[in-house]
Every structure is written in C-alpha cells, then in structure tokens.
C-alpha cells in the first residue's frame, strides 16, 4: 500500500482493539521502525487511507513504557475519522500517521510538582505523560483531578487503579457529573474542589485538557488561587464552533481578497476557513483542528482571533499569516 499523504508517512498495523467505555475505543499499532515522540503529544490519521480527510488523535500509549503505539477515540455520531477507526477498521489493517506533533507534553514543561486536569477524552495524554512521569521522575509529585459524565465514562479505569496503587506519588481523584459512586466527587470541578484537592495549586504546574469550556475554566479557577500563566499549559486541541459562513443573515462583514480583487460577505464569527470554503476560496484543510497547519492563510488586514497558532512561527505570525481552521472573523479583512 502507497503512502497515501505526505502528511502521514508513518505506516502502523492494527495489532489489536479494544474497548474502553461505551463510546470509545483504543487501537494498538505496530510500527515496522522506531517511532519517536513524547507523552502528550498527538499524530494525525489518514482516514480510510486518503489524502483528503485528516484527523489528529493523541498518542495514549507513553514511550518507553506501551508494548505499542496506542491512539484512543471517542466514536462521534457524525465523525468520519472516529466512525472508520471506531467501526471499520479492524486488527491486521494499515493505518498512516504523521511523525508526533504537539507541545503539551511533561517533557517540554518540567517540574517537580503537577496538577493534572482532565476531562473526558481530555485524559488521554495525561495517564500518558503520568505513565512516563512515574517511570522516568520518580520522585515527582502528580495529583490528577478527572471528570466524567457518569463513573461508567472513566476511561482507563483499571490503569488509573494499577498506577496508583503501584506509585503513592500519583494521586487521583475522580468527578462524576451524575451516579457518582464510593471514589467519586460528585459534580463538576469547581474552585473550592481544586483548593481542598491540591492546597499547594499554586506552586505546581498544572495541564489540562478536555473540552474548550471545561479548559477555559479550569483556567480562571487556577489564576484565582495563583497559578503563574507560565506554569499553566492547556491542549489547544480542539476544533472552535464554526458559523455557517454560507448564511447572509444577521450581523455580517466584509471578506476581501486583494489579487484579484473580490468582496464576499460573511457572518461575523465564522472561521476563516468556513468563510473561504463557502465561496469557494483555495485553501487546504486537512486536520481542521489548528493542528496540521495545511491551512496557512495571509491576513493583510482586518479584525479576527485566533485559538491555535502551533504550526505557525513567530516570523509568519508577524506577516499576518494564521490557521484559517482556528481564525475566528471579528471585522472585516482583506486577505493577500
């Protein structure tokens, strides 16, 4: 089989899969080379071995400590990656996956304390960074605070209690927003649960990841009880809600292209790249998560946000250019 992307030159077999909740999977991968990367960081995956549909998933296996390359996956109703992977792809076949990505990881933020936050699938690159913290830091301090839907949504259930029990130095404490059961808080992380869970929060580093509201919070509720922003480090690895860029109505601006010159209007809010596609624009998208950067775009002018600039350097960001997938439009801009 031909390597269906440049993207994704890694060629992985489907060792086995194996299911962790009701909706969510692991697929252990054999890799025919040595694969480096880091715990916490992500690949991304050709879906159904094509060049044109890209997704990204974190790496939840930990180096050096995983008898294989491991990617986890909740099954989304209307996921095109998540479903093929969740419901097609069976042990034997052949996945493509980028080299690892990504700069959440304990090897690029290193302390000697950390508080880890997670929440639903959010957990997958930290029982990877905890599995190689406990291994390779031994003497580092790991609190991790988890939140689920129900005790039955606890992903790696049985790893998390292996891994406390054979390292006092992880403490873990689990959430469950409804049924919570003996060994789970009840509700949702709140600043009080954090102040009462880790009383030293402001001396830790802390990680976070999971869905953007959940991360935003965590966020304000760790600045509150004096986390440095510096030692405060969140996943950027989610898609920002997309406005349909091909709706005229309501509050609009103004998207102009300067060569040839052309004007299109667009719903406030809308990404960049929705706007773009809805009127036909070029721009590769292969990820849409900010995360592969295929989808580098030049802004000259205008009023816009942006939620990841990973892939981008500080020269390019300076020049305008962000990822359309992650530029969020705010005023009217003129592209190059």
Known sequence: MTQPSPLCPNRMQVHSIRQETADVWTLDLICDVFYPYQAGQFALVSIRNTEETLRAYTLSSSPGQSRFLSISVRCLPDGAGSRWLTQEVKPGNTLWLSDAQG??????????RYLMLAAGCGVTPIISMCRWLVANRPACDIAVIFNVRTPADTIFAEQWR??????????????????????????????????????????????????APYMTQAEQFCRQLGVPAARFHKEQFHTPAETDAGQ???????????????????????????????????????????????CKTRILDGGYTTTSSMTLTPTEIAQGYVLACSCQLQGDVTLA
């Not at 700069?103 to 000697?112: G, I, K, M, T, V």
């Open 103 to 112: 700069e959440f990881s304990c090897e690029r933020h290193p302390a000697d």
């Open 248 to 294: 005229g109505q309501g509050q609009g601006l103004t998207l102009r292209v300067a060569r040839p010159l052309r004007e299109f209007r667009v719903p406030v809010g809308s990404t960049l790249l929705a706007a773009m596609e809805a009127h036909a624009l070029p721009v590769n998208a292969a990820c849409r998560a900010g995360v592969c950067g295929s």
């Open 162 to 211: 292996g891994l406390c029990a054979a390292h006092p130095q992880l403490r873990l404490t689990l959430m469950a927003e409804q049924h919570a059961q003996p060994g789970y808080l009840n509700g949702r992380i709140t600043l009080e649960t954090l102040r009462q869970a880790v009383p030293d929060i402001a001396e830790r580093t802390v990680m976070t990841c999971g869905p």
